[in-house]
């Protein structure tokens, strides 16, 4: 995502930190769309 991407200078991980967070991010999607 636009927000996880300035994040991989931020962890010495780089990319790997990134791309948990995203799948984190995807999989609690259905909780972030519920009115």
């Not at 200078?9 to 930190?17: F, I, L, T, V």
């Amino acid at each position: 995502t636009q927000l996880t991407a300035g994040l991989i200078a931020y962890s010495e991980r780089g990319e790997a930190y990134v791309n948990e967070l995203n799948d984190m991010i995807r999989h609690n999607k259905a909780y972030f769309d519920e009115d």
